[in-house]
């Protein structure tokens, strides 16, 4: 519940003091009285605005602190509401329902911060992840993340950007990034509407990371984080309720829909994982990959194509099979050949070369992961050693394939993982 409220705390933070690098030391600070006290005293009836009280507190102290003779207009201002951002100040009065996550998610995606930045920022306060985490799941050093993370704290901080979602007056469409369109004074501006198309991008590309973290964890001793996975499709559905005629949006939306759709037949009781050929289909959530194709075939049929739309119309061909063997795998590899010209990534030719090994066979598949070798993204990646096994064994090479197996137990720092590509490994020395 706390990782849940964390994002929506930090929101009604910034958005009435600004401050975010403190906002974000004040939200942890009431996070752990929350952790020390709840147990003890009990839940709150409105638990985030008993964190949104306590942080505000721990903030505003902060602030009042830093030498307050020297430094009084500029805390008096630094506290001060912006009020025309602000519908009402942070605190119990708000509805339970009511929160500032999504335009916290906007903020960090704000065009004055690199590509980079954006996602990682968002990745750190919106999906709740740690440094750690976010450099795994973006392919890069610990190190480097967390010199992206400092370096768009300070931007956001220098560019003083305002906080909220700002809607349009009658008629006009909001735009992606919550503001009324791109027409003003001087008419349509295209530097306005390509930075709002950049920044929904990021948006969706980082609420794609935090389910994908979320549907299976990094590291840990379980498969899954359902609590993150929810958040992310939650805040999807509220994008999606914004801009329902983009295709991307409703084509992200479904793709989470139809991929959680198997989580309950992901793991066993004990938490084992499942692979998708041994899943119980009888346990997937019929009504969520309803929703999902319904929404992935409006899509596709009414807007331009798009990279989410595809993967989510993969996992509709494995969704509606009734049985791994009524997979139609012929359709999966000609959806990848259209993915992988639209974006050429790692973890897309990755899933191209499993397509191809389901209808080609394994050797050609094997020959394609000789060039994702080269690719610095994915080179010494758990999941690329994982695939060269599966296909390893697929070709009869055993002792090959328990090398590789092997390898990517050794990778992985997810605790059910390690334990399924081991118990591979201990069945091929058998």
């Known amino acids: 519940m706390l990782r849940r409220l964390a994002p929506q705390v930090l929101g009604a933070l910034v958005r009435r003091y600004g401050h975010f690098d403190e906002a974000e030391d004040a939200v942890q600070e009431a996070l752990l009285a929350a952790a020390r006290q709840w147990p003890q005293e009990g839940r709150p009836a409105n638990p985030r605005g008993w964190l949104i009280r306590v942080a505000s507190r721990r903030l505003t102290d902060q602030l009042r602190s830093e030498d307050a003779r020297r430094r009084r207009e500029e805390t008096a201002a630094a506290l001060t509401p912006r009020d025309e951002f602000v519908a009402q100040p942070p605190g119990e009065g708000r509805a339970p329902d009511e929160d500032d996550t999504l335009a916290l998610l906007f903020l960090c995606c704000q065009a004055e911060l690199p590509p980079a930045g954006r996602i990682a920022l968002t990745l750190r306060a919106v999906g709740g992840l740690t440094t750690a985490e976010i450099a795994r799941a973006l392919l890069v050093p610990e190190a480097t993340m967390a010199q992206r993370i400092t370096r768009a704290k300070r931007r956001i901080k220098a560019s003083a950007a305002p906080f909220g979602i700002r809607r349009g007056g009658a008629g006009d469409a909001d735009g992606p990034d919550?503001?009324?369109?791109?027409?003003?004074?001087?008419?349509?501006?295209?530097?306005?509407?390509?930075?709002?198309?950049?920044?929904?991008?990021?948006?969706?590309?980082?609420?794609?990371?935090?389910?994908?973290?979320?549907?299976?964890?990094?590291?840990?001793?379980?498969?899954?984080?359902?609590?993150?996975?929810?958040?992310?499709?939650?805040?999807?559905?509220?994008?999606?309720?914004?801009?329902?005629?983009?295709?991307?949006?409703?084509?992200?939306?479904?793709?989470?829909?139809?991929?959680?759709?198997?989580?309950?037949?992901?793991?066993?009781?004990?938490?084992?994982?499942?692979?998708?050929?041994?899943?119980?289909?009888?346990?997937?959530?019929?009504?969520?990959?309803?929703?999902?194709?319904?929404?992935?075939?409006?899509?596709?049929?009414?807007?331009?194509?798009?990279?989410?739309?595809?993967?989510?119309?993969?996992?509709?061909?494995?969704?509606?099979?009734?049985?791994?063997?009524?997979?139609?795998?012929?359709?999966?590899?000609?959806?990848?050949?259209?993915?992988?010209?639209?974006?050429?990534?790692?973890?897309?030719?990755?899933?191209?070369?499993?397509?191809?090994?389901?209808?080609?066979?394994?050797?050609?598949?094997?020959?394609?992961?000789?060039?994702?070798?080269?690719?610095?993204?994915?080179?010494?990646?758990?999941?690329?050693?994982?695939?060269?096994?599966?296909?390893?064994?697929?070709?009869?090479?055993?002792?090959?394939?328990?090398?590789?197996?092997?390898?990517?137990?050794?990778?992985?720092?997810?605790?059910?993982?390690?334990?399924?590509?081991?118990?591979?490994?201990a069945r091929l020395a058998e």
């Open 178 to 425: 919550g503001t009324c369109g791109s027409e003003g004074v001087g008419g349509p501006d295209p530097g306005a509407a390509e930075n709002q198309a950049q920044r929904l991008a990021d948006v969706l590309h980082v609420l794609y990371l935090i389910f994908n973290e979320g549907y299976t964890a990094t590291s840990g001793r379980d498969l899954q984080r359902a609590d993150l996975a929810a958040e992310a499709i939650r805040l999807t559905r509220a994008v999606h309720a914004r801009l329902p005629a983009d295709g991307e949006v409703a084509g992200l939306l479904a793709l989470m829909l139809l991929t959680d759709a198997r989580r309950t037949a992901r793991t066993t009781p004990d938490g084992d994982l499942v692979p998708l050929a041994e899943q119980d289909r009888t346990r997937w959530d019929r009504a969520a990959i309803t929703e999902g194709v319904a929404l992935v075939s409006d899509a596709l049929t009414h807007a331009p194509l798009g990279p989410y739309q595809l993967r989510a119309a993969i996992a509709a061909v494995h969704d509606e099979a009734a049985s791994d063997e009524d997979t139609d795998w012929v359709e999966i590899l000609a959806l990848y050949e259209v993915l992988i010209r639209l974006v050429p990534g790692p973890v897309e030719r990755l899933g191209h070369a499993v397509a191809v090994a389901m209808v080609h066979g394994p050797r050609q598949a094997l020959a394609l992961l000789a060039h994702l070798d080269e690719d610095e993204r994915l080179a010494g990646h758990h999941r690329l050693e994982a695939v060269r096994a599966h296909l390893l064994e697929a070709a009869g090479e055993r002792a090959a394939a328990r090398a590789a197996y092997a390898k990517a137990a050794g990778l992985t720092l997810s605790v059910p993982e390690r334990r399924y590509l081991r118990l591979r490994a």
